[in-house]
T-cell receptor
Framework: EDQVTQSPEALRLQEGESSSLNCSYT??????LFWYRQDPGKGPEFLFT???AGEEKEKERLKATLTKKESFLHITAPKPEDSATYLC???????????FGKGTSLLVTP | ETGVTQTPRHLVMGMTNKKSLKCEQH?????MYWYKQSAKKPLELMFV???????ENNSVPSRFSPECPNSSHLFLHLHTLQPEDSALYLC????????????FGQGTRLTVV
């Protein structure tokens, strides 16, 4: 059975304090790994797709990386507007839809 | 106009009521999904449709009944719900099932009283 585990559950950073979020996964053949951002009361917003180990994607202060067992979302010099819940999901070769982790709730304080 | 639109945004219903949630996508996608999001739980996949045909029903109780009249519209019909069904219901679409990223609507916050 596919499993996605995100850590930490919650993270509080000061503005400018860089850190990383972790997504560990177990899947029978990875088609893709996805990162989303979700603001309170809203639907998830797509950020990145990673397909193979060693792949990296960047967008503003965010960089996502992928290994055979986990993915990291690195946040460089975060700002308060980066505060949100970050969701990781995997798509198996045999799957129809994304399988999500519980998310990491990030709070960036000024 | 956003890619995936859900209505209503908020819904309060009694356990004996019948209501429907609506989702419309303007992205030209062929696959649509219903997910349930409860506090402290990961998003739970409920139903998957590909070209209007249901391809997955993830052990969802029969009080939830999906309908996909065409590839742009998806409904979730609700009847005799329980308080534990209160959650954020999210609709998503993608180019095809098992292929690419999904794009989500803003969700319907459902409260069952």
């Amino acid at each position: 059975e596919d499993q996605v585990t995100q850590s930490p559950e919650a993270l509080r950073l000061q503005e400018g304090e860089s850190s990383s979020l972790n997504c560990s996964y177990t899947v029978s053949g990875l088609r893709g790994l996805f990162w989303y951002r979700q603001d309170p009361g809203k639907g998830p917003e797509f950020l990145f797709t990673l397909y193979s180990a060693g792949e990296e994607k960047e967008k503003e202060r965010l960089k996502a990386t992928l290994t055979k067992k986990e993915s990291f979302l690195h946040i460089t010099a975060p700002k308060p507007e980066d505060s949100a819940t970050y969701l990781c999901a995997v798509l198996a070769n045999s799957g129809y839809a994304l399988n999500f982790g519980k998310g990491t709730s990030l709070l960036v304080t000024p | 106009e956003t890619g995936v639109t859900q209505t209503p945004r908020h819904l309060v219903m009694g356990m004996t009521n019948k209501k429907s949630l609506k989702c419309e996508q303007h992205l030209g996608h062929n696959a649509m999904y219903w997910y349930k999001q409860s506090a402290k739980k990961p998003l739970e996949l409920m139903f998957v449709y590909s070209l209007e045909e249901r391809v997955e029903n993830n052990s969802v109780p029969s009080r939830f009944s999906p309908e996909c009249p065409n590839s742009s519209h998806l409904f979730l019909h609700l009847h005799t719900l329980q308080p534990e069904d209160s959650a954020l219901y999210l609709c998503a679409s993608s180019q095809a099932t098992g292929l690419a990223e999904a794009f989500f609507g803003q969700g319907t916050r459902l409260t069952v009283v």
